[in-house]
């Protein structure tokens, strides 16, 4: 009896800190003003993509000739494109690929990563050289060269996962290989000082397994510059897939990103049609600078040195 009850209070005891934590991160994360306005911002573009087929009234897809090329007006407030599609509605159901490629391929990214830079760091020795010498030779890679040949590569594979709606998973499996040395890098300098704090020691002398001291005790002291990493690593992202899909070699039409938009409009700005490309480009730009203001105020708010 008397054991359980102690085991309350230490729950308990571990409750009020966990509270009294995210009380002082909320709070810290509250004063960075510009975090807060991205926050802000960037819920509105992801509410609009995941609502736009509730509130829209078009079809992302369905073309009139009588309304091709218009300008914004008060019925398509973002105007139309070559086929006479709303612009705002397809601007938004790109928003949920753009979106969703950016955070898939971020999670695939900081999970290659943090694998590899704590098993260097923890494990040290040969395995560390071996797997710092691999990061190296991904970072001296071309990072355009190597997304555009490993698209080419993965469209010749008959895999139906990697290309459907476009390509979708197949690119998101190429951004999140190709983004993952700098976690590595930031973990494993993590582990090498972590390793030798007296907890680490602790849990050595009780014979615990090094998987469970690696993923149990160490990693999730490192979770304040992964999460910040993260954070960053989905704006860079989802710029990498823009740039690719402008280019060509990302989604494929008929499904819409922010970046095969800008490219349908390369030849429409030509003609004086200056919304095609204008508002994939704001809907890029808002969204990179909301999640790097939001990287910015989580930085801040997960310093312990600011929350003392």
Same mark, same amino acid.
């Given at each position: 009896?008397?054991?359980?009850?102690?085991? $309350?209070? !230490?729950?308990?005891?571990?409750?009020?800190?966990?509270?009294?934590?995210?009380?002082?991160?909320? $709070?810290?994360?509250?004063?960075?003003?510009?975090?807060?306005?991205?926050? %802000?911002?960037?819920?509105?573009? @992801?509410?609009?993509?995941?609502?736009?087929?509730?509130?829209?009234?078009?079809?992302?897809?369905?073309?009139?000739?009588?309304?091709?090329?218009?300008?914004?007006?008060?019925?398509?407030?973002?105007?139309? !494109?070559?086929?006479?599609?709303?612009?705002?509605?397809?601007?938004?159901?790109?928003? $949920?690929?753009?979106?969703? *490629?950016?955070?898939?391929?971020?999670?695939?990214?900081?999970?290659?990563?943090?694998?590899?830079?704590?098993?260097?760091?923890?494990?040290?020795?040969?395995?560390? &050289? /071996?797997?710092?010498? #691999?990061?190296?030779?991904?970072?001296?890679?071309?990072?355009? +060269?190597?997304?555009?040949?490993?698209?080419?590569?993965?469209?010749?594979?008959?895999?139906?996962?990697?290309?459907? &709606?476009?390509?979708?998973?197949?690119? =998101?499996? *190429?951004?999140? @290989?190709?983004?993952?040395?700098?976690?590595? $890098?930031?973990?494993?300098?993590?582990?090498?000082?972590?390793?030798?704090?007296?907890?680490?020691?602790?849990?050595?002398?009780?014979?615990?397994? &090094?998987?469970?001291?690696? +993923?149990?005790?160490?990693?999730?002291?490192?979770?304040?510059? *992964?999460?910040?990493?993260?954070?960053?690593?989905?704006? &860079?992202?989802?710029?990498?897939?823009?740039?690719?899909?402008? #280019?060509? %070699?990302?989604?494929?039409?008929?499904?819409?990103?922010?970046?095969?938009?800008?490219?349908?409009?390369?030849?429409?700005?030509?003609?004086?049609?200056?919304?095609?490309?204008?508002?994939?480009?704001?809907? /890029?730009?808002?969204?990179?600078?909301?999640?790097?203001? =939001?990287? !910015?105020?989580?930085?801040?708010?997960?310093?312990?040195?600011?929350?003392?």
């Amino acid at each position: 009896m008397a054991t359980t009850t102690m085991d $309350r209070l !230490d729950l308990s005891v571990q409750q009020g800190k966990e509270r009294s934590m995210l009380s002082m991160t909320w $709070r810290q994360f509250r004063r960075h003003h510009m975090a807060m306005l991205g926050s %802000f911002v960037l819920l509105l573009l @992801i509410l609009g993509s995941i609502l736009v087929s509730v509130v829209s009234p078009y079809d992302p897809e369905k073309s009139s000739m009588r309304e091709r090329r218009e300008p914004p007006s008060l019925q398509h407030p973002m105007g139309t !494109d070559t086929l006479g599609r709303d612009m705002m509605t397809r601007l938004f159901y790109g928003g $949920r690929v753009s979106l969703t *490629i950016g955070l898939l391929a971020t999670v695939v990214g900081i999970g290659i990563g943090t694998t590899i830079g704590a098993l260097a760091g923890y494990y040290g020795g040969r395995l560390d &050289n /071996i797997l710092m010498r #691999l990061t190296d030779l991904f970072i001296s890679m071309p990072r355009l +060269f190597m997304l555009i040949i490993m698209t080419l590569l993965l469209r010749s594979w008959d895999v139906p996962p990697l290309k459907a &709606n476009g390509g979708v998973g197949g690119i =998101i499996l *190429i951004l999140g @290989i190709l983004s993952w040395t700098g976690t590595a $890098r930031l973990v494993r300098g993590q582990f090498l000082g972590l390793k030798e704090k007296e907890f680490v020691e602790a849990a050595r002398a009780l014979g615990i397994q &090094n998987m469970r001291i690696v +993923f149990r005790h160490i990693l999730p002291n490192t979770a304040t510059p *992964i999460i910040v990493a993260a954070t960053l690593l989905v704006a &860079n992202t989802i710029i990498a897939e823009s740039g690719l899909s402008f #280019l060509g %070699f990302g989604v494929q039409p008929p499904t819409p990103t922010w970046g095969n938009m800008l490219n349908a409009a390369q030849d429409e700005m030509r003609k004086g049609n200056w919304w095609m490309a204008f508002f994939p480009g704001l809907m /890029i730009f808002l969204t990179v600078i909301s999640i790097n203001y =939001i990287g !910015d105020g989580l930085r801040d708010a997960l310093d312990p040195h600011k929350n003392l």
